[in-house]
């Protein structure tokens, strides 16, 4: 009992300086507000500023640690070859040899940048420390200066069109447009074990599977944004609403690094679903492939 009452004891002394800043009750606002309104629709809000701060640290961070590489690395470096080693074992696999060197930093830099943003919300201060602006009819609107990253539709979103740009760049290079195409609109089935009547039958299938494969790829950006900002604007949302308990701090630590990782599968997915179809046989069942690539001239 006495280490429960020192655990409790140490957990409020946590909670204190959120619940001190905390609006209880009050929900986050689902648009970011303006810190510098150009007009005309151009303004920097309190998000857009929170990603180039968190940006500009994370490369300081870097920088810092790890400077010159060594061949006999230093603590600072051993702590990030080992997170990249970590994220390697992860991401080859399901990417493939021939894509991983060009999407790897892409996967990298996406899931350090999406979880730090992710875990901004759960600093002292995010999102209730800021200023009252005032209005000529006499009202008044609260305007944090802090706001997530990805608690802005506005993140998400300029995060899925760049995975989804990368993505498109990549599968062109190491797939390239006749591998893709068969993948879409191809006859998978084997012509040798496949009835003759019923083969011209299945490339219809197929092509018609391939036209709503395309749609599927064409909204992977709005799936991509809205999974991830869904979950970082609930979870700012229960934090704001429910005082910042102590014990939602756990919860969103978990689901915040669930989204990172669920994010950059799913980029790390979709490339592989083009250019990883086994690099033993280097794209052999792809009509006109065949092994021409290693006949000796």
Not at 41 to 58: C, F, K, R
Not at 172 to 194: M, Q, R, S, V
Not at 251 to 278: P, R
Request: glycine share 10%; proline share 6%; charged share 15%.
């Amino acid at each position: 009992m006495p280490s429960v009452k020192k655990l409790l004891g140490f957990a409020s002394v946590l909670a204190l300086p959120a619940a001190l800043f905390a609006n209880e009750g009050e929900g986050v606002a689902p648009a970011a507000a303006h810190l510098v309104d150009f007009g005309n629709g151009w303004a920097i809000t309190n998000s857009m500023a929170t990603g180039w701060v968190v940006s500009a640290i994370l490369i300081a961070v870097i920088l810092l640690a790890v400077r010159k590489p060594q061949l006999l690395p230093t603590k600072s470096q051993a702590v990030f070859e080992s997170l990249l080693e970590a994220l390697r074992d992860l991401f080859e696999p399901i990417v493939g040899k021939k894509a991983f060197p060009a999407a790897f930093p892409l996967l990298v830099t996406l899931f350090i940048f999406i979880l730090i943003n992710n875990w901004m919300g759960l600093l002292p201060g995010v999102g209730t420390i800021g200023w009252e602006k005032g209005f000529s009819d006499g009202s008044h609107q609260f305007v944090p200066w802090i706001r997530p990253f990805n608690a802005d539709f506005n993140g998400t979103l300029a995060l899925a069109l760049v995975s989804f740009g990368a993505y498109l760049i990549i599968i062109f290079k190491y797939a390239g447009p006749k591998l893709i195409l068969w993948d879409l609109f191809g006859n998978k089935a084997d012509k040798a074990e496949t009835p003759a009547w019923l083969y011209p039958f299945l490339s219809l299938v197929f092509l018609i599977v391939g036209f709503i494969e395309i749609f599927s790829i064409m909204i992977r950006p709005f799936t991509l944004s809205v999974r991830l900002f869904g979950n970082v604007f609930g979870g700012e949302n229960l934090l704001h609403g429910t005082g910042f308990i102590f014990v939602f701090y756990f919860m969103e630590l978990l689901v915040g690094l669930i989204q990172a990782i669920v994010f950059t599968l799913l980029s790390s997915v979709y490339i592989g679903l083009i250019c990883n179809h086994g690099d033993d046989h280097d794209h052999d069942h792809a009509p006109g492939e065949g092994h021409a690539a290693e006949t000796p001239h």
